[in-house]
């Protein structure tokens, strides 16, 4: 259980992040969310103990920064932006010697715990190769195995999936979704699609503050109404495919979409009443002789809360 | 301790995986030699006063950049956030890397003992001053590696940190040499401060507790300093 409570940090005059307060449950895998420049980053450090918060408190558990910062570092592992390793080093002397560090002193544990994490985070070919050989998205699986080394309550992941191409970003959330079944997750990036694929929780920042915090599955729910059926029929003229549309459907807004496709008219339907309309659209385009070969249900709920949220002229 | 004992021996194989080491130890062995040999035939004496004499000068230039990459290259690359986020405080890392930078002078200075057997063999040494010089040594090279720790957490460019160690060591080499400069009254005081001072003690063969001091005070000081940089700078 993590509490932060009015955690600010100034550059100078600049302040970076203001007045957050956040509580996360054990177990709950957290996305920050916000557009580059927000404080994702600076909160991540401050959470870490990296950076020392100009106001605040942090408390892990019974444990409070900065006195317990120690141990509150011992159940954290951490992923910085990018993944900055020693580029000198092999990749089994490195996580050897994070073991180390991390208090592993029995050869034997340290052997067994770099075998599973080879397994985990598929490293077991590159374990010989020096890091500055290694691919961005290989450096940024050596990260995470040293994030994960010691098991820890508290997994922070700062743009685990910046730079890498998409299978790779696949891979990572797949680790990161592997994992976040028992552990506490935070992780920051600025693409929405991600935290909503992995995150059981939201939050979005913009300058320095919260904008937003909520479960994803609400956030969406919350902003239901702005879903719209998205719908696309072959050998029809679209005017009579308005008309039926019209006809069948009280309540509606019709916006004819332009397409690719040949001999296709597509329109977004979205039901006024907030209502599922596709049963009674299909069963209507069933009777005539058009083939019907895009039906589906859409939302962009949340990316319109984030341009909302995070506009450049956003008054907050 | 353990954990200090971890960064050290990291610290100390970094150096001898980059090709810096070799080419540290090299300069230093052809300096000294140099220097030391092409005097010593000339003067005929059988002792090592002169090697002695010539180490803090080129201490003052070789540890500083011996030390300018261990703050500087991690702040640099970024290595430094995932350091400082391991549960590990920040005096260990300090003397952890202390330790390495030490360790590494030490290695630096082991061929340097041929001098004395070799010197040993053509005519008759005292290796009272000997031992002496290299335990004067050994603090001095500690006192100037804590130096250059300290320059080398200032900042993250290499180059500046080697300048600031230097400019440091430098000037507590060349102090007891400006006395002459120096008005009557506070003689005694930047003689005290001067490193050549208490190294030239020491290499008489000499062991005074106050050279001792001196040199443990510079050392204790430089890596609290460090460990404060440390602190504040977030």
């Keep these: 259980m993590i509490e932060v409570k009015g955690l600010t940090k100034y550059y100078n005059d600049f302040c970076a992040v203001d007045h957050i307060d956040l509580s996360i449950p054990k177990g709950e895998i957290l996305g920050l969310l916000g557009p580059n420049g927000a404080g994702k980053t600076t909160t991540l450090r401050m959470l870490t103990g990296y950076f020392k918060p100009s106001e605040g408190s942090i408390t892990v558990d019974d444990l409070s920064m900065p006195g317990d910062t120690l141990k509150i570092k011992s159940r954290m592992g951490y992923l910085p932006e990018s993944a900055p390793l020693y580029h000198n080093m092999l990749v089994f002397d490195y996580l050897d010697y994070v073991a180390k560090i991390k208090g592993m002193t029995s050869g034997e544990d340290r052997i067994k715990r770099l075998k599973e994490l080879s397994e985990l985070c598929g490293l077991k070919n590159i374990m010989d190769r020096p890091i500055a050989t290694l691919s961005k998205g290989l450096k940024q699986r050596v990260g995470i195995a040293h994030a994960m080394m010691t098991d820890p309550e508290i997994l922070i992941l700062d743009e685990p999936t910046s730079g890498l191409d998409p299978n790779q970003i696949v891979e990572i959330r797949d680790i990161i979704r592997a994992i976040g079944k028992e552990k506490t997750i935070i992780f920051s990036t600025h693409i929405l699609s991600e935290a909503e694929a992995t995150c059981d929780r939201i939050v979005i920042i913009n300058k320095g503050k919260i904008v937003a915090d909520d479960k994803t599955a609400s956030l969406k729910q919350n902003l239901q109404s702005d879903a719209f059926v998205k719908l696309s029929v072959k050998h029809a003229a679209p005017e009579s495919v308005e008309t039926l549309l019209k006809d069948s459907l009280d309540n509606v807004d019709i916006k004819p979409i332009e397409t690719q496709e040949p001999d296709t008219a597509s329109f977004e339907v979205r039901s006024l009443e907030n209502q599922d309309i596709r049963e009674t659209i299909y069963l209507k385009i069933k009777d005539t002789d058009w083939i019907l070969t895009e039906l589906a249900q859409e939302s962009q709920a949340l990316e319109r809360i984030f341009q909302e949220l995070t506009r450049e002229d956003n008054p907050i | ?234």
């Excluded at chain 2, 690359?77 to 930078?101: N, Q, R, W």
């Excluded at chain 2, 507590?172 to 030239?200: C, G, Q, R, W």
Aim: charged letters at 10%; glycine letters at 6%; aromatic letters at 16%.
């Design chain 2, 1 to 234: 301790m353990t954990q200090i004992t971890h960064i050290a021996v990291k610290e100390f194989k970094d150096y001898f995986i980059s090709p810096i080491a070799y080419i540290v130890i090299s300069l230093f062995l052809i300096v000294t030699g140099w220097f030391f040999f092409s005097a010593f035939f000339v003067f005929g004496r059988a002792d090592m006063r002169d090697f002695f004499g010539l180490l803090p000068m080129i201490f003052s230039f070789v540890i500083p950049a011996v030390t300018m990459r261990l703050f500087s290259e991690e702040k640099n690359v970024g290595s430094y956030e995932t350091l400082l986020t391991m549960p590990v405080s920040f005096s260990d890392i300090a003397l952890g890397k202390f330790a390495a930078a030490t360790l590494f002078t030490v290695a630096m200075l082991i061929p340097t003992l041929s001098y004395p057997l070799f010197i040993s063999m053509i005519g008759d040494l005292d290796f009272g001053p000997v031992v002496g010089g290299y335990i004067g040594t050994l603090l001095l090279a500690g006192a100037y590696c804590s130096i250059g720790l300290f320059a080398s957490s200032l900042t993250r460019n290499q180059i500046i940190a080697f300048i600031i160690g230097t400019a440091i060591c430098f000037t507590l080499t060349i102090l007891d040499k400006l006395l002459f400069f120096m008005p009557e009254k506070i003689i005694a005081v930047i003689e005290y401060i001067s490193a050549n001072f208490h190294f030239t003690n020491i290499s008489k063969g000499v062991i005074d507790s106050r050279d001792l001091i001196y040199f443990l005070s510079v050392i204790f000081i430089s890596i609290l300093s460090t460990s404060i940089v440390m602190h504040e700078k977030n």
